[in-house]
């Protein structure tokens, strides 16, 4: 999504939105409007909260709390290794494996946002193993070679330039035969229904396509491995649905983007006529009031073992 001018009074900011269990919901921050500008630039966006806030309501989705345990099975941590997390976002994720790593054991979380970073820092105690979080670059990291048992990376190759540049140095500090860990959502699985065929098609197409990131790269994680040499250990898929959602009590389907903020994406993918904006937006809240509303959205996750002899 294109970054988009911002105002005191139109507070076009954030990307996901929303009812945030530790953070205070948007609604809370006074906040009228939301839009993707997205997890690029987190420290520059004139409503950095509502990001923090949606890491919070992304990650109480049932798909990522499935995939999350899923991830921490198949990686079969013990004690006294090293675990990198890069996109590390507030660090809960990598958190709460630390109890696996004990405390001998080590998280490193990288972020390129100090605000994310901060917010890490801020739950760190009794984590129960060492930790350390470190604003930095996931396409740069100022990491030794060779240095990690496991390095794992959630949702945040999309927001990426180059994510294959990015595995490349995920591959170079994970040691010989350890475990790589990646976790992306693929927009173009992103669905709506709200018993209009023509709305939930258009909304299909414009997702269909990646423009200016590579939104759709979750179906693509175990292939960019693989021209690593990585092998795989396990793949899987988690759908997150949002059943219900009253738009009378809050602006967006939690964790998500608002309508308004989906109708401006597909006028700006020209999907939807600038002039069907509102229809197309009120069509989606009368039937979300009456109980006509559904969305999709499918995350994919992969654990893979790096070659034991060095890439
Ligand atoms: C959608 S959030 C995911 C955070 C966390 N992994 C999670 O799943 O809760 C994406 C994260 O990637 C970070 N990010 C974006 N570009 C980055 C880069 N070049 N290097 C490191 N982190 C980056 C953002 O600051 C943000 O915290």
């Given at each position: 999504m294109r970054p988009k001018s911002a105002s005191v009074t139109e507070?076009?900011?954030?990307?996901?939105?929303i009812a945030a269990s530790r953070s205070p919901s948007l609604e809370e921050m006074g906040a009228e409007e939301t839009h993707g500008l997205g997890f690029e630039r987190v420290d520059d966006d004139p409503n950095v909260a509502v990001l923090l806030a949606t890491m919070d309501a992304t990650a109480g989705w049932a798909a990522t709390r499935r995939l999350r345990a899923w991830e921490r099975k198949h990686l079969r941590l013990y004690d006294g290794q090293r675990l990198l997390d890069v996109g590390c976002g507030l660090g809960d994720a990598a958190l709460a494996l630390a109890a696996d790593l004990g405390v001998e054991g080590e998280i490193v979380g990288v972020d390129a946002s100090a605000e994310m970073i901060a917010g890490a820092r801020s739950s760190?105690?009794?984590?129960?193993c060492r930790t350390r979080f470190a604003v930095g670059d996931a396409l740069a990291l100022d990491e030794p070679d060779r240095s990690f048992d496991v390095v794992r990376s959630e949702r945040t190759l999309q927001w990426l330039t180059d994510p294959e540049a990015a595995v490349a140095e995920l591959a170079r500090v994970l040691r010989p035969g350890g475990l790589l860990s990646l976790v992306d959502t693929d927009w173009s699985t992103f669905e709506i229904d709200v018993g209009d065929d023509d709305l939930a098609t258009r909304v299909r197409h414009a997702m269909r396509t990646e423009r200016g990131r590579p939104s759709n790269i979750g179906r693509r994680l175990a292939d960019l491995v693989q021209d690593f040499g990585f092998k795989l250990v396990a793949q899987t898929t988690a759908t997150q649905n949002w059943n219900a959602w009253d738009p009378d009590q809050s602006r967006a389907p939690e964790g998500c983007f608002s309508m308004s903020s989906l109708a401006d994406d597909l006028v700006d993918r020209g999907q939807l006529e600038a002039g069907d904006r509102e229809r197309f937006v009120s069509t989606i809240h009368e039937a979300a009031r009456h109980g006509r509303f559904s969305m999709a959205l499918t995350m994919f996750a992969v654990v893979t073992a790096a070659p034991t002899t060095a890439l």
């Open positions: 507070r076009r900011v954030g990307v996901l939105v760190t105690r009794a984590a129960g």
